[in-house]
């Protein structure tokens, strides 16, 4: 028995991770951000790839059965690869799931006009991993993809709340809406946007919907646990939330407040 690992490039994750032990907090959970490495979002293919991969291979060392991939830009980039090819090899008993499958499925019930937009970061949007999930769920949406390549790091570098971001919380989001005016919902493809969405909310026209993913990530996991009960008995349940970065430990710790609600502790771990 183990918990559930939840990865991501740096910070983001930890809001899925919250939604996500606020609906399941019986289950233990180790984070794993890699900081030092983040942002992931203008890497290459291969390199995302390489990195996701060896950060699933600690969490199953530290005993992990199932890790949740809580980012976009390696769900897009690795998870299939790392699913269909290392996976059978490593050990097939375990699992790895990502977050846009679960992000892709909510829209079809929510678009009145079945015009949406994603935003999220250059490496998702090149990978058109929404286009073709939603593609295969709801072929009558129309997808429109807008790359935000500044806003993680705005947010990772604290200044998400600063007047300087609004300049460029507009800019993506009129970019969006001028390549298609019918757009009636928007996805919010990355893990970090929920901390930009007071001042997403702000420069968005009323009548848009905003979807933040944590939540339907959250339902989705706990859906699959119910489908799955030989996995759920897999799982350590005492309530204990532990967090590893690959960056300085006390950098972390102060993020986590922002990120995840609280203060955490966190232990400084080498990929
Ligand atoms: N949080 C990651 C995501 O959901 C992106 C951050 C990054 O660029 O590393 O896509």
């Given at each position: 028995m183990g918990p559930i690992g939840i990865f991501d490039s740096g910070y983001g994750g930890l809001t899925v991770l919250r939604q996500i032990r606020h609906l399941m907090p019986q289950y233990d959970y180790l984070?794993?951000?890699?900081?030092?490495?983040?942002?992931?979002?203008?890497?290459?293919?291969?390199?995302?790839?390489?990195?996701?991969?060896?950060?699933?291979?600690?969490?199953?060392?530290?005993?992990?059965?199932?890790?949740?991939?809580?980012?976009?830009?390696?769900?897009a980039k690795a998870l299939r690869n790392i699913q269909q090819r290392d996976l059978p090899q490593i050990d097939p008993s375990r699992r790895v799931l990502g977050v846009i499958r679960p992000t892709a499925e909510c829209v079809g019930d929510i678009t009145h006009t079945r015009h949406i937009g994603i935003m999220a970061t250059p490496g998702t949007i090149r990978s058109q991993t929404?286009?073709?999930?939603?593609?295969?769920?709801?072929?009558?949406?129309?997808?429109?993809?807008?790359?935000?390549?500044?806003?993680v790091p705005l947010i990772e570098n604290m200044e998400h709340l600063s007047p300087g971001a609004d300049y460029f919380v507009r800019k993506y989001i009129d970019q969006l809406l001028q390549r298609d005016p019918e757009i009636d919902t928007?996805?919010?493809?990355?893990?970090?946007?929920?901390?930009?969405?007071?001042?997403?909310?702000?420069?968005?026209?009323?009548?848009?919907?905003?979807?933040?993913?944590?939540?339907?990530?959250?339902?989705?996991?706990?859906?699959?646990?119910?489908?799955?009960?030989d996995m759920a008995e897999r799982l350590s349940q005492n309530g204990v939330s532990n967090f590893l970065t690959t960056e300085q430990p006390q950098a972390f710790a102060e993020s986590t407040a922002t990120f995840l609600g609280e203060t955490v502790e966190a232990h400084n771990i080498t990929l």
């Open positions: 984070y794993l951000g890699d900081n030092a490495r983040a942002p992931y979002g203008t890497r290459s293919f291969e390199v995302v790839y390489q990195f996701t991969l060896q950060a699933v291979r600690r969490l199953f060392e530290l005993g992990c059965p199932l890790v949740i991939l809580a980012c976009n830009t390696a769900s929404y286009d073709i999930e939603i593609q295969k769920l709801h072929p009558d949406i129309h997808v429109t993809g807008q790359a935000c390549p500044l806003w928007i996805i919010l493809g990355c893990t970090h946007y929920p901390l930009l969405l007071e001042k997403i909310r702000r420069h968005t026209p009323t009548g848009i919907r905003l979807i933040s993913q944590g939540p339907y990530v959250a339902r989705s996991l706990q859906d699959y646990l119910s489908r799955h009960p």
